[in-house]
Nanobody, 123 residues
Framework: VQLQASGGGLVQPGDSLRLSCTVSGMTDSAYVMSWFRQAPGEEREFVAGVRSSGRLADYLDSVKGRFAISKAAADDTVYLQMNSLNPEDTAVYYC?????????????????WGQGTLVTVSS
């Protein structure tokens, strides 16, 4: 299983950005794809997750109402739409996947990881 993430960049406070992550080699139809982020000197934290069906999602409290994770059932790509970005959102964002249908927030529950993509929010 491989995950390919893209979409990071440098934006100003209040701007929007959309991250994408495509999974390949996944043979199970039931899996979860999530986004984590890691700021300098901080632990990697769960940001948002969605079932492969796209029908259920979960979010970190601080991004609720600003970020939206989406995935079409027939699509291998998950998107993270990030609006109203602020400097505290600056981090390397990682996509991750795990088999099953439970959206865990613990990084240890995820078997597959993509490379990180850097998001910098600065004026």
């Amino acid at each position: 299983v491989q995950l390919q993430a893209s979409g990071g960049g440098l934006v100003q406070p209040g701007d929007s950005l959309r991250l994408s992550c495509t999974v390949s080699g996944m043979t199970d139809s039931a899996y979860v794809m999530s986004w984590f982020r890691q700021a300098p000197g901080e632990e990697r934290e769960f940001v948002a997750g969605v079932r492969s069906s796209g029908r259920l999602a979960d979010y970190l409290d601080s991004v609720k109402g600003r970020f939206a994770i989406s995935k079409a059932a027939a699509d291998d790509t998950v998107y993270l739409q990030m609006n109203s970005l602020n400097p505290e959102d600056t981090a390397v964002y990682y996509c991750a996947a795990r088999l099953g249908s439970h959206i865990f927030t613990l990084r240890s529950k995820y078997n597959y990881w993509g490379q990180g993509t850097l998001v910098t929010v600065s004026s």
